[in-house]
């Protein structure tokens, strides 16, 4: 437990009254109707809703998982999630366009514009109830959880204490300024979330038990965890953090902010761009920024915490009062955090307290989206008054908030709930892609791909939980036997059936494309793709080759990025 000062008590407090005050500031023109209240009038600028994008990704327990993973595979172990950005620079140049040009209020409303029948109504109905209450409710535990480690390190509260407290906060400000509010209070979150982990970082970084960055990459316990590419002759490491997310992983999992084709609540961001043009740069900049300008302070800090806390046994000792089943290599960056100064810590405490109320409020706006638009209003009262949806979104927002915190208490880790939400979204990715542009794709291969890989994760999350499984798998296997599964499931259930009636599909083909083929320029949009992730991973590299003095090859990897970038402003045109 760290002694707050006076100062850092104030440094909270000061954020707790502007965040409060923001949500009670907007809360008058949230209210008056839903668009207000979920998209914010449709009136939102592409910078203010990238950050926003970055700092609902910038989770309280994205520090942890970044630390787990450096702990126990080394900076390369990064590549399950660094390998999402394929599907984020996806997204940015061959749908987010899309996306804005339905003019729909949530990205469930897709599939009544997209198929036909009573069948598109159910399936509008059931994500609404998958994804917005189920998946939400599981993405949100994993981010209590790691808020209540935190907590619990730093100040000694219990679970209980630190999600009753943190939920109060969090679900006033979200109930009253919707998603106008949640941006707002999402920038400034993220200001101080990035001011206070790279400051941080540098302050550990020069501990007398450290020494420098220097002596951190010397040290014994570090030096084998610094390479940024994978141990090519390690051929579990390879297939593991390399093989798979690259060439299954990227293209074929449904993951919140990596969603294939888009959706969830970057889908809602876009929807709430003043335009097409907005919402492609706002996604293009969360890409970039979410993969090439935060990992490294967290990536530094995991490093350095092996040669305080060489072991899991170390930080056990260190930590006694620490809850048996919130142990793990996760705490490991909290625990780091205790050595800050008076001040320093004040700062870092709120911008992890910001990149927990970031990443919630934004999910319970979302989730609530879902229940009011796609489930109450669409099915319940469908002659619902703007002022009856508000109600029924702010209720919502309490009703998920209560629900992930109890959740949080049966789970153990961050990468538990990467491993299991990338498993109930293992197969369904490639459906999410092919459905912009594939006539053959009905309500039925949604609800097949859905349904078959809920049960196959759930079977995998019950069998190892048991103290004696039915069957022992690697984790990794699980995942492709999952994309397997559930592809062929789909793609039958596809062929088996009709696809939507025409006229459904020529209204949606011209709204989304207008009088221009789906394939428009569809080399320019490749080379853009390919384009966007070297640059991105270029940025990403060359800031680690510079902290690891390497500088020469940084700067040939700047230099490579700046080409990247110039080619996009080139064909930029051409592209969007």
């Not at 592409?46 to 970055?54: A, E, H, K, Q, R």
């Not at 935190?150 to 630190?162: T, V």
């Not at 002659?383 to 209720?395: L, N």
Request: hydrophobic fraction near 50%.
């Amino acid at each position: 437990m760290v002694n707050l000062s006076g100062l850092d008590i104030t440094i909270i407090i000061a954020f707790f009254t502007v965040t409060l005050f923001i949500g009670i500031w907007v809360s008058k023109k949230s209210g008056k109707n839903s668009e207000e209240f979920f998209l914010s009038g449709r009136n939102m600028p592409w910078w203010l809703l990238g950050v926003s994008m970055v700092a609902t990704t910038f989770a309280a327990d994205t520090p942890g998982l970044v630390t787990e993973l450096v702990r126990k595979n080394g900076v390369s172990g990064n590549w399950v999630w660094w390998a999402m950005l394929l599907t984020g620079m996806l997204t940015v140049f061959f749908y987010a366009k899309l996306w804005r040009k339905s003019g729909i209020s949530t990205d469930l409303e897709f599939y009544e514009l997209r198929y036909s029948g009573k069948s598109a109504s159910f399936l509008r109905g059931f994500r609404a109830i998958y994804l917005g209450v189920i998946f939400n409710i599981i993405t949100m535990a994993g981010v209590c959880l790691a808020g209540a480690k935190i907590a619990n390190i730093l100040l000694d509260i219990s679970q209980q204490e630190a999600l009753l407290y943190s939920s109060i906060i969090v679900v006033i400000y979200s109930s009253l300024g919707g998603l106008k509010g949640v941006l707002i209070t999402d920038f400034l979150q993220f200001i101080i979330a990035m001011v206070g982990s790279i400051w941080a970082t540098v302050y550990i970084v020069n501990l007398p038990e450290i020494g420098g960055m220097q002596n951190l990459l010397a040290h014994q316990n570090v030096a084998d965890k610094l390479d940024i590419l994978p141990d090519f002759s390690n051929s579990e490491a390879l297939i593991t953090l390399f093989i798979i997310p690259f060439a299954v992983q990227w293209w074929s999992t449904w993951y919140p902010g990596a969603e294939p084709g888009g959706g969830g609540y970057i889908a809602q961001r876009m929807l709430a761009a003043k335009d097409e043009k907005n919402a492609t740069w706002a996604t293009l900049f969360f890409n970039f920024a979410h993969y090439a300008l935060r990992p490294w302070p967290w990536i530094v800090v995991g490093l350095a915490s092996l040669v305080i806390f060489p072991t899991l046994e170390s930080i056990n000792t260190a930590f006694p009062n620490l809850n048996e089943d919130m142990q793990g290599h996760d705490v490991a960056y909290a625990a780091m955090m205790t050595y800050l100064p008076a001040g320093l810590i004040g700062i870092v405490l709120t911008s992890l307290i910001a990149a927990f109320m970031s990443t919630i409020s934004t999910q319970l706006n979302w989730g609530s989206s879902y229940i009011v638009n796609d489930f109450y209003s669409r099915f319940l009262n469908k002659k619902a008054s703007e002022k009856q949806k508000v109600s029924v979104g702010r209720i919502s927002t309490v009703a998920l908030m209560v629900c992930a915190a109890l959740f949080s208490f049966y789970i153990k880790s961050a990468k538990d709930v990467f491993d299991l939400l990338l498993q109930i979204g293992a197969g369904t990715g490639l459906l999410f892609i092919m459905r912009w542009f594939w006539n053959r794709i009905n309500p039925y291969s949604e609800i097949a791909a859905m349904s078959i890989s809920f049960i196959i994760a759930i079977v995998f999350f019950i069998n190892g939980k048991l103290e004696t499984p039915w069957f022992k798998i690697p984790g990794y296997i699980q995942l492709v036997y999952g994309v397997i599964i559930t592809t062929i499931g789909w793609v039958t259930v596809t062929l088996l059936t009709d696809q939507s009636d025409t006229e459904t599909l020529i209204k949606f083909e011209a709204l989304v494309y207008g009088n221009d083929s789906k394939f428009k320029n569809i080399g320019y949009k490749i080379l853009a793709f390919f384009l966007g992730v070297i640059g991105t991973y270029s940025v990403l590299f060359a800031t680690g080759y510079f902290i690891y003095g390497k500088t020469m090859l940084a700067f040939s990897l700047t230099g490579v990025a700046t080409l990247c970038c110039l080619l996009l402003i080139k064909n930029w045109k051409k592209i969007v």
